[in-house]
């Protein structure tokens, strides 16, 4: 009864389309019928016979996987017109030199206390540089890279 139940409900390719959502649907798995707007946005920007090709010229194992990144790609694109996902990697590229920039200068910067500092990652740093310093010995103990800090 569930498989017959599948097929009742058009797929949102098909409801788009105005056509009976036949059972071999390619599009059927990716784009039920609670997932119109998500259609829409992949519609708009790759169209039906391009996403169709873009999951067939991959394994049937990694489609899933395709269809969310054309879903969020479609979605990013439809928020920002202009320059897509490329804005948020620049956004995040500056982000990311500028925290590598500020761990630099902590490095090169003396410590507080005069004890000699290992090299720390950048979690620890990014700790260390956004919360008040020194806090008590209690909650870091010896193992712990933060204690040469205190």
């Excluded at 395709?66 to 897509?84: D, S, Y």
């Excluded at 620890?124 to 310093?133: D, R």
Aim: net charge neutral.
């Amino acid at each position: 009864m569930n498989v017959d139940m599948m097929f009742i409900a058009t797929c949102a390719a098909c409801k788009h389309q105005r056509k009976k959502c036949e059972p071999n649907c390619q599009l059927a798995p990716y784009f039920p019928s609670t997932k119109d707007e998500d259609f829409q946005n992949v519609y708009r920007l790759f169209g039906v016979n391009n996403t169709i090709k873009h999951i067939n010229s991959v394994a049937n194992d990694q489609r899933a996987k395709l269809v969310e990144t054309l879903i969020l790609e479609a979605k990013i694109r439809k928020e920002n017109p202009v320059h897509g996902c490329l804005a948020i990697e620049r956004k995040l590229r500056a982000e990311i030199e500028a925290l590598e920039k500020e761990l630099e200068m902590e490095r090169l910067a003396e410590p507080e206390v005069g004890l000699d500092c290992p090299k720390l990652n950048l979690c620890e740093s990014i700790f260390y540089v956004t919360h008040q310093w020194p806090f008590p010995f209690r909650y870091f103990g010896r193992d712990s890279p933060l204690y040469y800090f205190l």
